[in-house]
């Protein structure tokens, strides 16, 4: 007996790839999308293809009861209408057929002030990132509201976590870890909203069991670790077992760059996330997946950054 079958769009990135494997050990039959099968993972179905091509996606959800959305456009490709587009393909793919949708939300929906951030708080995000999540939810609570799909969208922090190459972790916190130096990104003293990314994709697959249960159109918020600055620094150094220097990151650098570089210049834009705090809580969703879910922080921190200190040995033996 197997809980249903699950098709992921996007298998190869980030969210997509946790949840090919969280939804594959939870005992669903899985087709992972995507252009090519970089990330392969046992005991579950790839087909390749552009997840652009409405015909390309119906086909691959075809015997889904259940459809994640995985599919990422990088920072600087969102604007023009292109993160709607995207969207709108897999709505016309799934069209009137009753499935679930999970999507993964994000905090930029809402305000450098919101600083407890509820899914019943109102939405009013900080341009433009926040005003395209926004028109995004809406695209798909106006799907839910038709009776044509079912969707639930499940809100996380910053993610973490071992195979999540080419975030915060490596590409800001720990960039220089061959020096022995590591980054934080605000004061210390501030607190930030994190996810471990196996643990977020768990939950995916958990209120998928249970969509039955839910409203055709759920907005569920992932705590996750609600911790400062000052705290993931040292569990970093703790994790690596050894004593690193710890600084801010250089932002004029990346503001001085962002001035002829799109990608550097929307990474710039968010620095408000990391200089405000805004908790996520959700009382209703810790109630859905039960006491004692998540990783321990300091385990879930040690797995990734070891991870990454195992990357980059080939680099410090060929230097």
């Given at each position: 007996?197997?809980?249903?079958?699950v098709?992921i769009?996007?298998?190869?990135?980030?969210?997509?790839n946790?949840?090919?494997?969280?939804?594959?050990?939870?005992?669903?039959?899985?087709?992972?999308?995507?252009?090519?099968?970089?990330?392969?993972?046992?005991?579950?179905?790839?087909?390749?293809?552009?997840?652009?091509?409405?015909?390309?996606?119906?086909?691959?959800?075809?015997?889904?009861?259940?459809?994640?959305?995985?599919?990422?456009?990088?920072?600087?490709?969102?604007?023009?209408?292109?993160?709607?587009?995207?969207?709108?393909?897999?709505?016309?793919?799934?069209?009137?057929s009753?499935?679930?949708?999970?999507?993964?939300?994000?905090?930029?929906n809402?305000?450098a002030?919101?600083?407890?951030?509820?899914?019943?708080?109102?939405?009013?995000?900080?341009?433009?990132?926040?005003?395209?999540?926004?028109?995004?939810?809406?695209?798909?609570?106006?799907?839910?509201?038709?009776?044509?799909?079912?969707v639930?969208?499940?809100?996380?922090?910053?993610?973490f976590?071992?195979?999540?190459?080419g975030?915060?972790?490596?590409?800001?916190?720990?960039m220089d870890m061959?020096?022995?130096?590591v980054?934080?990104?605000?004061?210390l003293?501030?607190?930030?909203?994190?996810?471990y990314?196996?643990?977020?994709?768990?939950?995916?697959?958990?209120?998928?069991?249970?969509?039955?249960?839910?409203?055709?159109?759920?907005?569920?918020?992932?705590?996750?670790?609600w911790?400062?600055?000052?705290?993931?620094?040292?569990?970093?150094?703790?994790?690596?077992g050894?004593?690193?220097?710890?600084?801010?990151?250089?932002w004029?650098?990346l503001?001085?760059?962002?001035?002829?570089?799109p990608?550097?210049?929307?990474?710039?834009?968010?620095?408000?996330l990391?200089?405000?705090e805004m908790?996520?809580?959700?009382?209703?969703?810790?109630?859905?997946?039960?006491?004692g879910?998540?990783?321990?922080?300091?385990?879930?921190?040690?797995?990734?950054?070891?991870?990454?200190?195992?990357?980059?040995?080939?680099?410090?033996?060929?230097?």
């Amino acid at each position: 007996m197997t809980k249903g079958k699950v098709t992921i769009l996007g298998s190869n990135g980030h969210i997509g790839n946790a949840a090919t494997i969280a939804f594959r050990d939870a005992g669903w039959v899985v087709t992972g999308l995507g252009r090519t099968n970089r990330r392969p993972v046992g005991g579950t179905r790839f087909v390749g293809g552009d997840a652009d091509d409405v015909a390309v996606v119906k086909a691959a959800i075809a015997d889904a009861e259940v459809v994640v959305h995985g599919l990422h456009l990088p920072y600087d490709k969102w604007g023009n209408g292109a993160a709607e587009r995207q969207l709108q393909v897999v709505l016309d793919a799934m069209g009137n057929s009753g499935k679930t949708l999970l999507f993964p939300g994000t905090i930029y929906n809402y305000r450098a002030g919101d600083r407890t951030v509820s899914p019943g708080l109102r939405q009013s995000g900080e341009k433009p990132r926040g005003e395209i999540r926004i028109r995004l939810e809406q695209m798909l609570e106006e799907a839910a509201a038709s009776g044509r799909i079912r969707v639930i969208i499940l809100r996380a922090g910053d993610f973490f976590g071992p195979g999540n190459r080419g975030e915060w972790f490596e590409q800001a916190m720990l960039m220089d870890m061959d020096k022995s130096r590591v980054y934080h990104l605000g004061d210390l003293k501030l607190r930030h909203s994190w996810a471990y990314l196996p643990d977020l994709a768990r939950a995916f697959a958990a209120v998928a069991e249970q969509r039955e249960g839910l409203a055709p159109f759920e907005n569920f918020h992932f705590a996750g670790y609600w911790v400062s600055h000052g705290q993931m620094m040292a569990a970093i150094q703790s994790g690596l077992g050894r004593r690193l220097k710890v600084a801010p990151l250089a932002w004029w650098m990346l503001g001085a760059v962002g001035l002829v570089n799109p990608m550097m210049r929307d990474i710039f834009r968010m620095r408000y996330l990391w200089d405000n705090e805004m908790e996520l809580v959700d009382p209703r969703l810790d109630a859905l997946l039960g006491a004692g879910f998540q990783t321990p922080f300091e385990d879930a921190v040690k797995a990734t950054v070891e991870e990454l200190a195992a990357a980059k040995l080939p680099t410090r033996k060929a230097a």
